[in-house]
């Protein structure tokens, strides 16, 4: 019955982290040196046409296929070993406490029967894994088991986008846990490694951004609102007079008019600023929280000239652009200059890649 290629499990051999968001297709392969340290083997990105993925759906298969053999190209990469990722949306997750000792088989059982209470599809329809994270903090001798259930077709259409790219699906993840891996290692950094602190991470797509609040690699709230950079493409065309996709390749080749900066970007900054702000308060408000001690910005409009003082000066919090290869070796594959301009971006990527060496 688990027959999902391992939400949870971790490849030892060379692997790609192949994230497919709405707007672009990323790349990420990392290795360790010999100090054990993370390297940034390769990267690569490839934009999407706008409609080719919609709601997490794959619209549009066989030109997203040819993009993501197009950016393992681009990267470089030999390997046919992937880890992909489905929407969060897409994929039914649940903590429950089981006793510990179980065999494999007798936790399978107990994970199916208690997957009927949870999952609103009959368990033919779906493909289901579980991860035992530990010993249960609310039941001594127990441990606690997440479950994950996507229904097949789902997992199916990112195995089968792997598969016609040439690749080996060997992973599939969920975005927001692969995010939150990524970010895991930036918030080592911090003072005191992290411990305690309470990180809001929003992720900035094209139609919406996607909110976490971390503590301790823990979610404690998630929060989608529709705002995203396609809105700026947008205010683009209407300022302008240009198409949508005219708008969306003059944005991505910085080629724009002088006054671009002040009549554009800065009221969007202040807009998106707002929204964030705003997310924040409904986490305070729904919570016992009044206070973060860390904003982490990703996604491609995460690194807007202004956005993080406009988001500091909304909210009183330091804020930071999230960039996943911190701290690592580059590469002799690696074109630095033009990943720097789209590092934000590869945050799930590198969550995803990060899979090869941990659970």
């Not at 990392?30 to 080719?52: D, H, I, S, T």
């Not at 606690?144 to 040439?166: M, N, P, T, W, Y």
């Not at 016992?288 to 001690?293: G, M, Q, S, T």
């Amino acid at each position: 019955m688990i027959d999902l290629p391992s939400l949870f499990s971790r490849e030892a051999a060379p692997l790609l982290g192949i994230d497919v968001s709405m707007s672009s297709v990323k790349v990420v392969e990392l290795g360790r040196n010999r100090a054990g340290g993370l390297v940034l083997e390769r990267c690569a990105l490839e934009p999407l046409e706008r409609g080719w993925i919609a709601d997490g759906n794959i619209e549009k298969f066989d030109e997203v296929a040819e993009a993501v053999r197009r950016a393992v190209r681009k990267s470089g990469g030999k390997t046919k070993n992937a880890a992909f990722a489905l929407p969060a949306s897409a994929v039914i997750t649940k903590k429950i406490i089981l006793p510990s000792g179980l065999s494999d088989e007798e936790m399978e059982i107990q994970v199916e029967s208690e997957a009927n209470q949870y999952i609103p599809f009959s368990l033919d329809e779906v493909s289901l894994d579980f991860c035992v994270i530990g010993a249960s903090e609310a039941s001594a001798g127990d441990v606690d088991v997440l479950i994950a259930a996507s229904r097949k077709e789902k997992v199916q259409d990112r195995q089968g986008l792997a598969e016609a790219a040439g690749l080996k699906p060997v992973i599939i993840d969920i975005e927001s846990y692969a995010a939150r891996m990524a970010t895991a290692r930036l918030i080592e950094s911090m003072p005191n490694r992290g411990q305690d602190a309470l990180v809001a991470l929003f992720e900035m797509g094209a139609v919406a951004t996607s909110m976490q609040v971390i503590r301790n690699g823990e979610t404690l709230y998630e929060r989608d609102q529709a705002f995203g950079g396609a809105q700026l493409t947008q205010m683009i065309a209407r300022q302008y007079g240009f198409s949508v996709d005219e708008a969306e390749l003059k944005k991505r080749n910085s080629d724009l008019p002088a006054d671009y900066a002040q009549t554009v970007l800065r009221p969007f900054s202040l807009s998106m600023a707002q929204e964030i702000a705003r997310a924040l308060q409904f986490f305070f408000t729904s919570t016992p929280y009044n206070r973060i001690d860390h904003i982490m910005l990703a996604g491609g409009s995460a690194a807007l000239p202004g956005l993080m003082q406009d988001i500091t000066d909304q909210t009183t919090f330091a804020c930071s652009v999230a960039n996943p290869f911190d701290g690592m070796e580059m590469g002799g594959g690696v074109k630095t200059s033009k990943m720097m301009r789209e590092v934000p971006s590869y945050l799930t990527a590198t969550g995803l890649a990060l899979r090869r060496f941990y659970q």
